[in-house]
C-alpha cells in the first residue's frame, strides 16, 4: 500500500485555518428538550430452580424404590435392593437407607440401577435432584473406575437425561446432582418425567468384578 505524504507547507496551512474557524464560531447554546422519550432496556427473566418439597429418607422401609426400571429389568443380573439399617452407611445419623445390592463379576453386568417409578408424569422443569451415595471400598479404583450418576426418564417422548457422570475412585459418600432446566432439545420433555433413578456403570475396560452392596440416601426434589 502507497503511503500519503503531505507538504510541511500544506500541513501548517490546513492547521491554522482550523484555528481561525473554530475562534470564529459562537459559544454553545444550551440544548434543547425534545420528546424523544428515552429508551429503557426490559431484561428477559431468568427462571429459578424451585425448592426441593419431596424427599426419599428410607428411614423405615425402601420407599418403593426398585432395582432396574420398567423398561430394564436387572432381575437376571443378580442385582436388588433392601433396607438398610447400619448406621455406617446411613447419611449424617439417619435411621435407615437403601442398599442396592450389585453384581459386576459377570460379562454383560455393565449396569446396576436403583429407580422410583411415578404414578403419573411429573413436570420437573427447573427442580434439582440431589442424592447421597456411599461407594464401599472393594467398589472403588483409581484406574478405569466405574461412575455413578442420577437420571430421569421421559416415558412418553423415550429419552433419559443424566447428570454428572462422578468416577468411583475412593470409598465414602458422594453428592449427586441433576439440575434440570429447559429441554436442550427444546419442546416439554421434562414437564413429562416417568421415573427417577441412579445408575452405575462399568466400561468394558474395568477391572472391578465387585459382588456386593452400595447405599443410597437423602433423595429430593
Known sequence: MKKLFVPF????????????????????????????PTPTYTATET???YPQTNFYNFETNTESWNAGSPLFSMD??????????NPIYCYNGSAGSLQLNTDFTKSLNLFAIASFSFSTEQNLEYHTITAKFYAPAG???T????????????????YSYWGELKPLTTEGWYDLVLVIQESPIG???????????????????????????????????
Open 9 to 36: 507547507f500544506l500541513f501548517c496551512f490546513i492547521v491554522l485555518l482550523i484555528f481561525f474557524n473554530s475562534c470564529s464560531k459562537s459559544s454553545p447554546t444550551n440544548p434543547q428538550p425534545t420528546n424523544t
Open 47 to 49: 427462571p429459578t430452580q
Open 76 to 85: 437376571d443380573f443378580g442385582i436388588s435392593v433392601a433396607h438398610n439399617t
Open 139 to 141: 467398589i472403588v479404583t
Open 143 to 158: 484406574t478405569n473406575p466405574l461412575t455413578v450418576s442420577l437420571y430421569v426418564f421421559l416415558s412418553t417422548k423415550g
Open 187 to 221: 419442546g416439554d420433555y421434562f414437564q413429562h418425567i416417568s421415573e427417577i433413578g441412579i445408575v452405575i456403570m462399568k466400561n468394558t475396560s474395568s477391572s472391578v468384578n465387585y459382588v456386593g452392596p452400595v447405599y443410597i440416601d437423602e433423595v429430593a426434589w
